[in-house]
Nanobody
Framework: QAQLVESGGGSVQTGGSLRLSCVASQYAYSRYCVGWFRQAPGKEREGVAAIDYNDRKTVADGVKGRFTIFRDNAKKMLYLQMNSLKPEDTAMYYC??????????????????????WGQGTQVTVSS
């Protein structure tokens, strides 16, 4: 059973930055498509960014140019660098992984239901 643990959340003011981290326990971690999702109170979980085995990436339109996703496969780590944060970025942020398929076709669909493994989440709060 894969285990994902997020860290790095916190409270910042508008315009601030945070870096989220997620450590994984999967064997052959590099094969997995991994991504970040977020969920604000009363809203559905939405995809933020994802990255695959080939280091191809997708970032949601609402955070493009402000958020960057990257990974360190040797350390089994996933990161989300968040800059120019806005109050609407306030949410619980989750890392997730799909199956260990190198060219998993659903990696960039950003559908939470497609991802198999989830962390417990880390809270990000942005105040105005």
């Amino acid at each position: 059973q894969a285990q994902l643990v997020e860290s790095g959340g916190g409270s910042v003011q508008t315009g601030g930055s945070l870096r989220l981290s997620c450590v994984a326990s999967q064997y052959a971690y590099s094969r997995y498509c991994v991504g970040w999702f977020r969920q604000a109170p009363g809203k559905e979980r939405e995809g933020v960014a994802a990255i695959d085995y080939n280091d191809r990436k997708t970032v949601a339109d609402g955070v493009k140019g402000r958020f960057t996703i990257f990974r360190d496969n040797a350390k089994k780590m996933l990161y989300l660098q968040m800059n120019s944060l806005k109050p609407e970025d306030t949410a619980m942020y989750y890392c997730a992984s799909g199956p260990p398929l190198i060219n998993w076709p659903r990696c960039f669909g950003q559908q939470a239901s497609d991802f198999d493994y989830w962390g417990q989440g880390t809270q990000v709060t942005v105040s105005s």
